[in-house]
Nanobody, 119 residues
Framework: QVQLVESGGGSVQPGGSLRLSCAAS????????GEWYRQAPGKQRELVAA???????NYADTVKGRFTISIDNAKKMVFLQMGRLKPEDTATYYC?????????????WGQGTQVTVSS
């Protein structure tokens, strides 16, 4: 059983920074990929950033140049460094990983962490 726990969310003023962390636990052998999604009230969940264990990254146009995703396979963690935050970044942020466990390979979601950008 794989569990993901996000942390690092909170309230910040426009222009500020936050670092989200996603810790994976369970019988994990490898994290193949890590992604961050967000969902604002009344909107669909959208992909914010994605990375793989090979180091490739992909970002939504709305966050390019402001957010940085990284994966630490040794610690089984995925991070999202967010800078120059804007009110439109306000949302619940969800961590997603594709992981290989001792029994299978599967996709897993965290419970979400709230990010609020407001003056």
């Amino acid at each position: 059983q794989v569990q993901l726990v996000e942390s690092g969310g909170g309230s910040v003023q426009p222009g500020g920074s936050l670092r989200l962390s996603c810790a994976a636990s369970g019988s994990i052998v490898d994290l193949y990929a890590g992604e961050w999604y967000r969902q604002a009230p009344g909107k669909q969940r959208e992909l914010v950033a994605a990375t793989t264990s090979f180091g490739t990254t992909n970002y939504a146009d709305t966050v390019k140049g402001r957010f940085t995703i990284s994966i630490d396979n040794a610690k089984k963690m995925v991070f999202l460094q967010m800078g120059r935050l804007k009110p439109e970044d306000t949302a619940t942020y969800y961590c997603f990983v594709r992981a290989r466990t001792i029994r299978t390979t599967g996709d897993y979601w965290g419970q979400g962490t709230q990010v609020t950008v407001s003056s």
